[in-house]
């Protein structure tokens, strides 16, 4: 199989602060990373594209240095919202691939998502 | 990047009809793939069906089709024999380099 993980589920934590979400990939070796953010009741929206050992690639308007993204090894990404404010509660999702297909296609597999709620 | 465009905000199905969802699509790629994912009050996304760009028959998944017509950049999924478990929201998808997603469509199966 291919399962994704995240880490925390659910995160509450205070404005001002900065939270870490890690995404792993539990039986493959992920070529490529994506981390989406999904509103409620809205779309899942890319936010960012990552590699390994590599600087992520930002989608248009997602602030860079608010998410940072880590992708340390070829099985863990890591998002950190930072100076998290309120309207940066939302549903983060990831996302790995793994080679399957035609390229440039890879095929994705989905973690569970995680919950922020900033107070 | 692609556009995906989901027309129908909700949809109701009475239980063992048939139902079918609308996507359309924008690109100017070829080798590209489709897909539908159904997202259930868990918010895990789960794959229902995918279509290869380069394949021209439609792809099938037990109670689940595609009309894909890649001309008109169209890419609709049918649901047969609806079941209460299909209720959920239903997404389509377009990858090439990555995975984009339409709006959504909000499937409510009725006992």
């Known amino acids: 199989g291919a399962v994704v993980s995240q880490h925390p589920s659910r995160v509450i934590c205070k404005s001002g602060t900065s939270v870490k979400i890690e995404c792993r990939s539990l039986?493959?070796?992920?070529?490529?990373m994506f981390w989406y953010r999904q509103f409620p009741k809205k779309s899942l929206m890319l936010m960012a594209t990552?590699?390994?050992?590599?600087?992520?690639?930002?989608e248009q308007g997602v602030e860079k240095d608010k998410f940072l993204i880590n992708h340390a090894s070829l099985t863990l990404s890591t998002l950190t919202v930072t100076s998290a404010h309120p309207e940066d509660s939302s549903f983060y999702i990831c996302?790995?691939?793994?080679?399957?297909?035609?390229?440039?296609?890879?095929?994705?597999?989905f973690g569970p998502g995680t919950r922020l709620t900033v107070l | 990047a692609q556009k995906i465009t989901q027309t129908q905000p909700g949809m109701f199905v009475q239980e063992k009809e048939a139902v079918t969802l609308d996507c359309t699509y924008d690109t100017s790629e070829n080798n590209y793939y489709l897909f539908w994912y159904k997202q259930p009050p868990s918010r895990q996304m789960i794959l229902v069906i995918r279509q290869e760009a380069y394949k021209q028959q439609n792809a099938t998944e037990n109670r689940f089709s595609v009309n894909f017509q890649k001309a008109a950049k169209s890419f609709s999924l049918k649901i047969s024999d609806s079941q209460l478990g299909d209720t959920a929201m239903y997404f389509c998808?377009?990858?090439?380099?990555?995975?984009?997603f339409g709006a959504g469509t909000r499937l409510t199966v009725k006992p």
């Open positions: 039986d493959f070796q992920a070529t490529t």
């Open positions: 996302s790995a691939s793994k080679p399957s297909g035609r390229p440039p296609y890879n095929e994705q597999f």
């Open positions: 990552s590699n390994e050992g590599s600087k992520a690639t930002y």
């Open positions: 998808a377009f990858a090439y380099r990555d995975m984009r």
